[in-house]
């Protein structure tokens, strides 16, 4: 009876959220509409292994096909029904974006790595050997990127607490366990070291009494991101345990409760016709009512991925609860590195709800070699997308780099006393003394990370450099 009620409740709110509301006939239209729907979709994902079930891949040549083998012997792939059958045009492989965006690519690996892997396919190598040769190429590609597991894992009674990061005073992000996985894998992920079956690569817990009681401790800590992979993945349920364990009366200070997620574009059912959809929306609607501010923090990449229907019943849905949708994403090659999109891309988020967030540079970790830009088109780029877009889409911050330090934003390309620099800021940083501070750096047309760049005016190191490398033991600024 419950059930029957919630769901009323919800379809309610969704009819009543839609722009007929007024008109009684078409709302009922849309009623029976709903009610005569084909039964809900399916989640089904494929994998490297279940690559040759996926038939639109007959429409490329054999050695295009070869390579998406060698390279996801690497990498991580998976990809859902609704992402092959619904996102990707297929008219336009192999440029278009969403493909570029799930499909792994030659150019992904390192010519020695793919000749490598390549040459252990053919042989049809046994599986001991294509793992182990895949873990030594894993291991150049900079799985834990920016001193995640030397300098963000926090200790609770001097031990170590796995499946946590505290970076910045504020922030702490947790990794459920069940939600290591994404209902399909981006080709540039950041996280991808989470999905190749490494325990020692890989961020997990499903510990949330020891968060709870490290949170405790911690009352600078105003927001917690539950993230993974994807924590949509995982079971209502188990969102719920982790998400109400932060309604503690101790965690008065934690006014946030992010979910970093990728499922509003790669799986909109999981917010409209997934059986535990309803009881999902209840976790926001409680953390809501309980006075917690929930941000939803959805990976776009591309505009084309917010065109479906269902991504907009799932938008008016996910806000319907009082959860605020902020969208982030990094710009790539192949993908996104252009104003145009950018701008569309903000555009239809701010017509669906959605607050443009960041513009993240794209890591220096995993299929880097593929999708890095230089700073200077990043930042080209995103001047031309704000410069094309209402205020209400000129909260995205960026060209944002997280690196070691802290997350670099580059804020201008200028001439200052007869030299070209980057002008710099930090918008987080370990140290939040650092934050806001502007610094500057040499001109380099080709740098396309932090480390790449020099002290601008002679200067020996950037003024946070000394402090960041004795603090932390780190030799670079990646
Ligand atoms: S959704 Fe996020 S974690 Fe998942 S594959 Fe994409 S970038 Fe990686």
């Known amino acids: 009876m419950k059930d029957v009620a919630l769901r009323t409740r919800y379809l309610t709110r969704e009819l009543h959220s839609e722009p007929t509301k007024t008109d009684p006939a078409s709302a009922r239209k849309l009623r029976l509409t709903i009610a005569d729907e084909a039964p809900p979709p399916r989640f089904k994902a494929l994998s490297e292994k279940s690559i040759d079930e996926i038939s639109q891949l007959d429409l490329l040549s054999p050695e295009e096909r070869f390579a998406m083998r060698v ?3 690497v990498l991580p792939f998976r990809v859902n029904r609704y992402v092959i ?3 990707i045009d ?3 492989v192999p440029n278009d974006p969403i493909f570029q965006l799930t499909f792994p690519q030659r150019g992904m690996l390192a010519p020695e790595h793919f000749d490598h892997m390549s040459a252990l396919v053919q042989k049809n190598a046994d599986k001991t050997e294509i793992r182990e040769a895949a873990t030594r190429i894993r291991h150049e590609l900079n799985p834990n990127p920016a001193g995640q597991k030397q300098h963000n894992v926090p200790k609770l009674d001097g031990v170590p607490l796995p499946g946590v990061q505290h970076k910045y005073p504020e922030t702490v992000l947790f990794f459920p366990a069940q939600g290591q996985t994404c209902h399909s894998y981006c080709t540039f992920c950041f996280r991808w070291a989470q999905f190749v079956g490494d325990k020692a690569l890989r961020f997990a817990s499903s510990d949330a009494a020891r968060l709870v009681s490290y949170l405790e401790r911690h009352e ?8 993974g992979g994807d924590p949509m993945v995982m079971r209502s349920k188990n969102i719920a345990a982790y998400a109400t364990a932060l309604l503690d009366p101790a965690l008065e200070h934690v006014q946030s409760v992010r979910f970093g997620s990728k499922a509003l574009t790669y799986w909109p059912h999981r917010f409209v016709t997934d059986k535990d959809a309803d009881d999902l929306l209840r976790v926001f609607d409680e953390l809501v009512a309980k006075g917690k501010h929930v941000a939803f923090m959805a990976h776009v990449n591309h505009w084309r991925e917010l065109e479906p229907e269902i991504c907009h019943r799932a ?6 609860t009082g959860a605020v949708i902020r969208a982030q994403g990094p710009l790539l090659a192949h993908i996104n590195d252009d104003a145009e999109t950018w701008s569309k891309t903000w555009r239809t988020q701010v017509r669906l709800g959605l607050v443009p967030y960041y513009m993240f540079v794209e890591r220096d970790t995993g ?4 999708f890095e830009v230089p700073l200077a088109r990043a930042y080209a780029a995103y001047r031309d997308a704000v410069r094309s877009v209402s205020g209400l889409a000129r909260t995205a911050r960026g060209p944002s780099m997280s690196a070691g330090p802290g997350k670099v934003e580059i804020q201008g390309i200028t001439e200052i006393a007869g030299e070209k620099v980057f002008a710099l800021r930090f918008i987080q940083a370990r140290n939040p ?4 501070k502007p610094f500057f750096a040499r001109y380099d047309e080709e740098a396309t990370w932090l480390d790449h760049l020099r002290p601008a005016f002679g200067e020996e190191s950037f003024f946070f450099e000394k402090e960041y490398k004795a603090k932390y033991g780190a030799t670079t600024l990646k």
Not at 367 to 370: I, S, W
């Open 71 to 73: 390279v996801s012997k």
């Open 85 to 87: 059958d619904e996102l």
């Open 90 to 92: 297929w008219t336009n």
């Open 220 to 227: 600078e800590v105003s927001d917690v991101l539950i993230t």
């Open 315 to 320: 938008i008016r849905r996910i806000r319907d």
């Open 367 to 370: 299929a880097r070699r593929y």
């Open 433 to 436: 003394e650092w934050v806001q």
